[in-house]
């Protein structure tokens, strides 16, 4: 069982045991047939450490369990107050370890330390905790009909949960799985991404050390052809959860529909963002920035294509020119001073770089970067931005999921809100303008399932969060992420009528 554990010491000196194996009924085991995956440092491409890869045969093991603890009495019949304590001890305890926790995702991501530190680990905490206080609020209605009778509705869990996740936030995303999952009684086997599997085992020594009964959650690492889709197949998974590409939650959707499982998707996203003449133009210059560049541009919901009022587009442009050589500073994950670290894995990098081959071969003119950044090793690319964009082109028109944005400009809200709307994705949105009346009138035009006005990429665990169109199905978050996680049963009593 050695290699069930690795010791390992990040770049910042932090050292920890690091579990390897699938943690299923509050232990970790080994793979069935050994297989490994591997975890790489995208600063550095060495390898981390490996990790057990489930096989069918594991994924089977991990619905098993999860199934027998939906049923046992140690969390059918656990009210909800305790559920809440459970989940509120879970907060608690990510939150003692969040300085290893930002450590991991950042080693095995990319992502700045310092990001994963104050943006993914408050996200997660902020999640499980906010959920932690819904688990005994969760009820039915009563319904009168007739002087007789009357009907009462329970709002009861779905079942086993099989939760997909993506690598750009690691943590956050397991805790926007987890919390609705968890307070609604439902139970779960997740898979993390195979890009990113460390941060999630660590998760279940917690989960474990918080006493969630066994089975109630199970982690598996795997890849998404084999582990991810059995998953998906299995009879006894109630509902999939994914977040991921729009062309797997494509698959997804079709392999839940053998057994007509419940499904939530969020998937990529074009979103467009719009800067009125009359906006306060440092705000939209700063938002927009972040908006695309923050998360390296791995950012589902990034604002990856800029529209500016003719009046303004030379200007905007320039500063949007100098915000980038003032702010996104590129280097490894352990330098306070790094905005931007290296992409995920080689895959994403050359994908990105592919697509600025593209963009130039289709015309568009490279304002800034372009390149690689560095000439050592790493995943590093420089942000780019695209100017002389058509919308027909490719890089106007599909999800790069790196540091590339392209500026268009546009001459009325009329045909800027028709180009926006143009597109397969409707993730999120937004607008910048000082006139009211336009904000409201462009957030109700806009097709997408989130907008934000004088703002971009605002996330809070109390606010609804999913697209329209081809960038999801469902929402996940707020009072809306728990409808996500419960079935209504209606109840009528008859209380006169004996015929
Ligand atoms: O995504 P996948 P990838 C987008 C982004 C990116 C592209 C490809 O554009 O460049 O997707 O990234 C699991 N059945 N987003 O390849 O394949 C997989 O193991 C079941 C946007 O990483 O969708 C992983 O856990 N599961 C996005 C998860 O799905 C399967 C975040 C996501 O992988 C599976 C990530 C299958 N057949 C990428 N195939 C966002 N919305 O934030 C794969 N998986």
Request: with cysteine; aromatic share 8%.
């Amino acid at each position: 069982m050695s290699n069930l554990y690795v010791d390992l010491e990040a770049p910042n000196g932090r050292k920890w045991s690091q579990p390897t194996g699938l943690f299923i009924n509050n232990e970790f085991v080994p793979s069935s047939n050994g297989k490994l995956l591997e975890s790489i440092d995208p600063a550095t491409e060495s390898k981390i450490a490996e990790v057990h890869a489930a096989s069918a045969e594991d994924v089977d093991k991990a619905v098993q369990a999860a199934k027998a603890a939906l049923v046992h009495d140690s969390w059918k019949n656990l009210p909800g107050t305790d559920r809440g304590i459970l989940m509120s001890k879970l907060a608690d305890l990510i939150e003692d370890n969040k300085e290893l926790l930002a450590t991991i995702d950042a080693w095995d991501n990319g992502k700045p330390y310092t990001v994963a530190m104050t943006d993914d680990l408050p996200e997660a905490i902020g999640t499980i905790r906010y959920y932690s206080g819904w688990a005994d609020k969760i009820s039915g209605q009563t319904i009168s009909t007739t002087s007789a009778k009357f009907a009462y509705t329970l709002r009861q869990p779905i079942g086993v949960i099989g939760q997909i996740i993506p690598w750009n936030y690691p943590l956050s995303m397991a805790a926007w799985k987890l919390g609705p999952a968890l307070a609604c009684g439902n139970t779960v086997v997740l898979k993390a991404a195979e890009q990113t599997p460390l941060s999630i085992l660590v998760l279940g020594t917690l989960i474990k050390k918080a006493g969630f009964p066994p089975g109630v959650v199970n982690f598996i690492n795997g890849y998404g052809q084999e582990a991810g889709a059995t998953l998906v197949q299995h009879p006894l998974v109630d509902k999939v959860a994914f977040t991921g590409s729009t062309a797997t939650a494509s698959q997804i959707m079709k392999s839940a529909a053998a057994t007509l499982k419940n499904i939530t998707l969020e998937t990529g996203g074009k979103s467009p963002l719009l800067v009125f003449d009359d906006c306060d133009i440092e705000q939209a210059i700063k938002w927009s920035h972040l908006g695309i560049m923050s998360n390296q541009g791995q950012i589902c919901t990034a604002t990856s294509r800029i529209f500016v009022q003719d009046t303004i587009y030379e200007s905007f442009v320039e500063k949007f020119k100098a915000q980038i050589q003032e702010v996104s500073k590129v280097g490894d994950q352990w330098d306070e001073s790094t905005y931007q670290g290296p992409q995920v894995t080689k895959a994403q990098y050359d994908r990105i770089l592919s697509y600025i081959d593209i963009g130039v071969s289709e015309g568009a003119t490279v304002l800034t970067g372009g390149k690689r950044h560095g000439d050592g090793k790493g995943f590093f690319i420089q942000p780019t931005v695209f100017t002389n964009v058509k919308d027909s082109m490719r890089v106007f028109k599909e999800e790069i999921f790196g540091p590339v944005v392209t500026i268009s400009s546009f001459e009325s809200e009329d045909a800027v809100i028709r180009r926006a709307n143009d597109s397969p994705y409707g993730l999120g949105a937004s607008v910048f303008t000082k006139d009211l009346e336009r904000a409201h009138r462009v957030a109700v035009e806009i097709e997408a399932g989130m907008v934000w006005v004088n703002s971009s990429q605002d996330c809070d665990f109390r606010i609804p969060f999913g697209g329209v169109k081809q960038s999801g199905v469902g929402r996940e978050l707020g009072e809306a992420g728990l409808e996500a996680y419960t079935q209504t049963k209606a109840v009528h009593i008859n209380m006169g009528n004996k015929l």
